[in-house]
T-cell receptor, first 114, second 115 residues
């Protein structure tokens, strides 16, 4: 099976712009979670989508949003980019049917905000 | 609020020596525990998980971890380290069955392997 894929792998944006990142989960996985990784804050949970519904949300401002499509692919959007949004954004997929299952991570999208 | 602590930020170990990485969590209920490894520029790879049952769990790449409820710990071990084990290791915990798959991560331990 193919793993979790994320596009693009690298992105450079300017402060104030918006950005959309894409994640394709492992085939058959219906849960997609997003995490932000920075040197200062480490790995932080952004949100989780299951069956096109946001099921869980971390402590991030409303500039961070996401959605999931009927084929389980997910996108996250960050509007009005700030320098502090520079990070590695990781997507993870899981088989979850309502319980807790292991999550499989993609390679990440490295976002640099200048 | 739940938290995960990895007390060691950096560990240097000689190739062939044993390795133990510490992880402590804080929460009253039984957690679901994971260890992940991240090589430079890569995503996270799952090494092993503990959900219930036998408190000593085996993972990939020769790693094992032991869940100790009395110490709120889930330490990762490997008897003999290879140069390819140089990476950053993250302990993670999930708590709420039925409430989604939110993982809380520790700060990570960077492992350097000396030849």
């Amino acid at each position: 099976k193919a793993g979790v894929t994320q596009t693009p792998r690298y992105l450079i944006k300017t402060r104030g712009q918006q950005v959309t990142l894409s994640c394709s989960p492992i085939s058959g996985h219906r849960s997609v979670s997003w995490y932000q990784q920075t040197p200062g804050q480490g790995l932080q949970f952004l949100f989780e989508y299951f069956s096109e519904t946001q099921r869980n949300k971390g402590n991030f401002p409303g500039r961070f949003s996401g959605r999931q499509f009927s084929n389980s692919r997910s996108e996250m959007n960050v509007s009005t980019l700030e320098l502090g949004d520079s990070a590695l954004y990781l997507c993870a997929s899981s088989l979850t049917q309502g319980g807790i299952y292991e999550q499989y991570f993609g390679p990440g999208t490295r976002l640099t905000v200048t | 609020a739940q938290s995960v602590t990895q007390p060691d930020i950096h560990i240097t170990v000689s190739e062939g020596a044993s390795l133990e990485l510490r992880c402590n969590y804080s929460y009253g209920a039984t957690p679901y525990l994971f260890w992940y490894v991240q090589s430079p520029g890569q995503g996270l790879q799952l090494l092993l998980k503990y959900f219930s049952g036998d408190t000593l769990v085996q993972g990939i790449k020769g790693f094992e971890a032991e869940f100790k409820r009395s110490q709120s710990s889930f330490n990762l071990r490997k008897p003999s380290v290879h140069w390819s084990d140089a990476a950053e290791y993250f302990c993670a915990v999930a708590y709420s069955r039925g409430a989604g798959n939110k993982l809380t991560f520790g700060g990570g331990t960077r492992v350097l392997v000396k030849p």
